[in-house]
């Protein structure tokens, strides 16, 4: 069992930054991808970014990429999301997830795939 506990969420205006970070409990994060995922109001979750469990094989959305960076610290059981130059229709609750069964050479997009959620952190982006 792995809990998950996302925080670095708040309000920013268009343009600016914010560094999510998601901390897991359990011995057994370093074998796990993990991965992103965002839902705004009236909308269905979707994925934003993932990473494999050594940090070598990362993928984005394409609406994020080059904006946001995923990345983890298997020392310290935490994975980041880093955004900048964040828009308006960044704004979302946004969910890490753990994939305990990653495919091979590659990471999960979609959310079925993953084993393990958080509780959200609500990001909010003003125009």
């Known amino acids: 069992q792995v809990q998950l506990v996302e925080s670095g969420g708040g309000l920013v205006q268009a343009g600016g930054s914010l560094r999510l970070s998601c901390a897991a409990s359990?011995?057994?994060?370093?074998?796990?991808?993990m991965g992103w995922f965002r839902q705004a109001p009236g909308k269905e979750r979707e994925f934003v970014a993932a990473?494999?469990?050594?940090?070598?094989?990362?993928y984005y959305a394409d609406s994020v990429k080059g904006r946001f960076t995923i990345s983890r610290d298997n020392a310290k059981n935490t994975v980041y999301l880093q955004m900048s130059s964040l828009k308006p229709e960044d704004t979302a609750v946004y969910y890490c997830?753990?994939?305990?069964?990653?495919?091979?050479?590659?990471?999960?997009?979609?959310?079925?795939?993953?084993?393990?959620w958080g509780q959200g952190t609500q990001v909010t982006v003003s125009s």
């Open positions: 359990g011995r057994t994060f370093s074998s796990y991808a």
């Open positions: 997830a753990a994939d305990r069964n990653p495919p091979l050479g590659r990471v999960a997009t979609v959310h079925l795939a993953y084993d393990y």
């Open positions: 990473i494999n469990w050594s940090g070598g094989i990362t």
